[in-house]
């Protein structure tokens, strides 16, 4: 190659990548823009949710949407949310009810999964059909029917029919056990059986200590999916006293009619335990969603 | 998979002749010497399910099995007497076109997801990239799913009201609106289908986003050493093995557009013409008291997302329902 020949081929590529670069950094902006405007979309609706929720009743109904607050510090709506919107017995009830009902799901879904998993059965394809055909019925369509079967246990507008309900259905939790369990190796299985232990010592001593992952996971996933749960508590549990997180705020829209500012106090204070717990466990959260919609 | 308690009892066995025999060993199985102890182990399994079979037959298949039944009478869920009434409950639904027209909003929504679909794509191929303040734009894309829905359901009230954040973020840059977002059945529904995307799209972009990050990193420098640009990139490495999880993306969204419910219950209570098909059951089984023929809705609703189902089981069938 003569020296001419070479400068020119250095010269094209030279051109050629700052080109290259150039496109790449426009397109970078553009990325960046897109990502920018988005963080926006999600964020404004929010920030403006917040701020109203700082502000006096008068500032609310006469300043636009987006103007900020008088005082940054006044937490009145915030009180009187508690107070008149009954939000720290809400609290209490979903409490109770998330305590019950994951405890409940992780027994019930770690339990199925070590016996499908372990053991061989007859009717061992029929029951996996069964959890796996129960995936398909949407629980939205059976309320009508499910109602009546609440209601002639006389579970109607308690507490109860939720935690049952959410322990009986979930089948997702069956799923992320069963595909941990079966990581588990069974050579410790067999060691402890030769030591004489029985397949409920095995389950409580072996298998369910080993499972922490996954029930990090079921954990996660049952516990923000039934606080954020609207429909069941709403169907199912009228009374005033036994609102939950989202039934008392639902009924914010009554008495507080067009007070945006009480409004808004109650709708963040039911987003803060959401956020709180999504910057300290973000890891997690994603694996367990991502691997909760998959199945 | 294993065959723990079946290999134990075997290996004591093995010399007793035996009349059974057992499908997953295909080896005999003892005859004599039924113990307790046997007994029990047989039974092992069984009282670990109890419990899980008991929750699942009565909170799903009895209330399947009551809604069909139900489905064919006239029944108001209170009185003791209910009539069958035949096939009437399922004419009526197609009949009556002020009961049949609420499947139609669900196209709202089913164009929303499309929408929803297309942008967590994006997202997520362009935060599978390194980029500055990635965890951050990918918190922020995540987060509004994991948001209550009654508070989702006020935030956006409050944003479609009259002078409300929408309005005036419009003024803002000039435009001057006085149109009454939720005023109009067309406006209404896209602006909830609109609430719908800002929910669920992060949902799509992290199931996207694991698809895309769990590709061996050295495909796409080959394909960079190759002179592929990034949009090559997407189509030939990306597209492809995203498949499994686009298909499941698809159709949860279309069974989860036609299951609409909670948006825009809180926000219009069904009211201007955004009812939706679950809104409509609910009320005729516990406003109107027509548990019939909300069961007969119900069990509609219920065949559709049946059929939905078994096609991408037919068009797909490697999806992941490797149970065993």
């Known amino acids: 190659m003569t020296t001419a020949q070479q400068t020119a081929a250095t010269t094209r590529s030279v051109s050629d990548t700052r080109r290259v670069r150039r496109r790449g950094r426009i397109g970078q902006t553009l990325i960046y823009l897109s990502l920018v405007i988005a963080s926006l979309v999600v964020l404004l609706p929010l920030s403006v949710v917040f701020l109203t929720s700082l502000k006096t009743s008068k500032e609310a109904s006469d300043g636009g949407a987006l103007s900020l607050p008088g005082n940054w510090l006044n937490f009145s709506n915030y009180a009187t949310a508690f107070s008149d919107g009954a939000m720290l017995t809400a609290f209490g009830n979903t409490a109770f009810i998330l305590l019950f009902s994951i405890s409940g799901t992780v027994i019930i879904g770690s339990m199925t999964a070590y016996a499908i998993d372990r053991f061989h059965f007859r009717a061992k394809k029929l029951v996996m059909g069964l959890f796996l055909i129960a995936t398909l019925v949407p629980g939205v369509t059976t309320q009508v029917a499910t109602f009546q079967v609440v209601n002639s246990f006389g579970l109607f507008d308690t507490r109860w029919a939720p935690i049952l309900l959410y322990m009986g259905t979930d089948i997702v939790s069956i799923y992320v056990f069963l595909q941990f369990i079966r990581g588990i190796p069974v050579s410790l299985d067999?060691?402890?059986?030769?030591?004489?232990?029985?397949?409920?010592?095995?389950?409580?001593?072996?298998?369910?200590?080993?499972?922490?992952?996954?029930?990090?996971?079921?954990?996660?996933?049952?516990?923000?999916?039934?606080?954020?749960?609207?429909?069941?508590?709403?169907?199912?549990?009228?009374?005033?006293?036994?609102?939950?997180?989202?039934?008392?705020?639902?009924?914010?829209?009554?008495?507080?009619?067009?007070?945006?500012?009480?409004?808004?106090?109650?709708?963040?204070?039911?987003?803060?335990?959401?956020?709180?717990?999504?910057?300290?466990?973000?890891?997690?959260?994603?694996?367990?969603?991502?691997?909760?919609?998959?199945? | 998979m294993t065959k723990t308690t079946e290999v134990a009892s075997v290996k004591t066995h093995r010399a007793v002749t035996s009349r059974r025999r057992t499908k997953a060993s295909g080896t005999s199985h003892p005859q004599g010497r039924r113990t307790w102890g046997q007994l029990l182990r047989r039974a092992t399994p069984w009282l670990f399910l109890a419990a899980p079979l008991v929750l699942l037959i009565t909170f799903t298949y009895v209330p399947v099995g009551n809604m069909i039944y139900y489905s064919f009478t006239d029944w108001d869920g209170i009185s003791p007497d209910r009539n069958f009434t035949g096939a009437d409950n399922y004419v009526q639904i197609f009949t009556r076109p002020e009961l049949f027209r609420v499947f139609f909003v669900s196209f709202y929504y089913l164009a929303a997801s499309v929408a929803q679909i297309a942008i967590a794509l994006y997202f997520a191929t362009v935060l599978s990239f390194d980029l500055r303040f990635r965890n951050l734009f990918k918190g922020l894309l995540f987060f509004p799913y994991l948001i209550n829905g009654v508070a989702i359901g006020f935030v956006f009230l409050y944003f479609f009201q009259d002078g409300g954040t929408l309005d005036s973020v419009l003024s803002w840059v000039g435009v001057d609106t006085d149109h009454a977002w939720l005023g109009d059945p067309e406006s209404a529904n896209t602006s909830l289908a609109g609430v719908s995307v800002w929910r669920f799209t992060g949902l799509n972009f992290v199931l996207f986003l694991g698809a895309i990050q769990s590709i061996p990193g050295e495909l796409y420098e080959a394909a960079q050493l190759d002179g592929a640009t990034r949009w090559q990139q997407f189509r030939h490495i990306i597209a492809p093995s995203i498949r499994p999880v686009l298909s499941l993306s698809i159709i949860l969204a279309i069974s989860g557009s036609l299951a609409v419910f909670e948006i825009p219950y809180i926000m219009t209570g069904g009211a201007t013409g955004t009812s939706t098909f679950v809104i409509q059951t609910v009320k005729l089984a516990f406003q109107f008291n027509k548990t019939g023929l909300a069961s007969a809705a119900a069990v509609v609703l219920l065949l559709i997302i049946l059929l939905i189902t078994w096609i991408q089981r037919r068009l797909v069938p490697d999806e992941k329902v490797d149970l065993v």
Do not use: C
């Open chain 1, 190 to 295: 067999e060691a402890a059986r030769l030591d004489g232990a029985n397949s409920f010592t095995i389950y409580r001593k072996i298998i369910f200590p080993l499972l922490k992952p996954a029930i990090a996971t079921v954990v996660i996933i049952k516990g923000i999916t039934v606080y954020n749960d609207f429909y069941i508590p709403f169907l199912y549990m009228p009374s005033q006293e036994l609102g939950t997180v989202s039934t008392a705020l639902f009924r914010f829209k009554g008495p507080f009619g067009a007070h945006w500012e009480n409004i808004s106090a109650g709708a963040v204070l039911v987003i803060i335990p959401t956020l709180v717990l999504f910057l300290f466990l973000q890891r997690y959260i994603y694996n367990g969603f991502a691997q909760g919609a998959t199945k």
